[in-house]
């Protein structure tokens, strides 16, 4: 399922950075960074789900908001009247600042939602919804708590993010070189190395219920005062993470 790596580092001109992975049904379709939702102008961009309408990843300018949902385990039951979908959590979040709050109509979930003050975590996971500010320094994102090391591939890759430098802004297109973002982009280019279905592996597939869940894209994003800025890297249809991260 999908992993999300964020450094927080406050007075800093881009006080959180982070990667998301999206792991997802090849089958279900999707639209690259964009608009898609008029209601909202142009201000707010994200990866747009064509089945349900919401997004994995929403960004948002004036002021500058960035937002990613995860998906968690946990089944409750349907509410009365069925699901809502959580791809409306991260346009929320970006656009307005609105972090949930209550008993909540969507399946579990946890969500990232940062600005320049830092960021946010909260999760509902079926019985109650929490949202806690993460501590500063990286922290290792999933379907789980954060940074919690039952998670096999938090186990091994968090003490090797927090072991490097991490990025110090936006990651540029591929033919200005990865500045700040090498150590990271390291990391997951030797992640890439293990079976996509190794418990331990960043860029994964998973079966889950029967259905298929792959890494489909990747998002590099940055957040100051004055702009976010996200570079999405598709992952699907790439021989290699080293051939997509060099085709940005």
Do not use: Y
Not at 185 to 193: I, M, Q, Y
């Amino acid at each position: 399922m999908c992993t999300v790596v964020v450094s927080i580092a406050p007075d800093t001109e881009w006080p959180v950075v982070f990667f998301g992975l999206r792991d997802e049904s090849p089958d279900r379709p999707w639209d690259e960074p964009g608009a898609w939702w008029p209601d909202l102008g142009e201000r707010v961009t994200g990866v747009h789900d064509r089945e349900a309408g919401g997004a994995w990843l929403a960004v948002a300018s004036g002021p500058s908001r960035a937002s990613v949902v995860l998906n968690r385990h946990e089944e409750p039951a349907p509410p009365a009247g069925g699901w809502s979908t959580r791809g409306s959590l991260p346009l929320s979040a970006a656009a307005d600042g609105a972090l949930p709050t209550g008993p909540q109509r969507t399946r579990t979930f946890n969500l990232l939602t940062a600005d320049a003050g830092g960021a946010m975590h909260s999760t509902w996971d079926g019985s109650a919804t929490r949202s806690t500010r993460l501590d500063p320094g990286v922290h290792v994102l999933t379907h789980a708590d954060p940074d919690d090391r039952r998670v096999p591939r938090v186990e091994r890759w968090l003490p090797r993010f927090r072991a490097v430098a991490p990025p110090s802004g936006p990651l540029s297109p591929g033919t200005e070189g990865e500045g700040t973002w090498t150590a990271w982009l390291d990391l997951l280019r030797e992640s890439s190395g293990l079976a996509a279905d190794d418990d331990d592996a960043l860029v994964r597939s998973d079966l889950v219920d029967g259905h298929l869940f792959s890494s489909l894209s990747l998002s590099a994003v940055a957040v100051s005062d004055a702009r976010v800025a996200h570079r999405h890297v598709r992952l699907d249809g790439a021989p290699s993470v080293t051939a997509a991260l060099a085709r940005r």
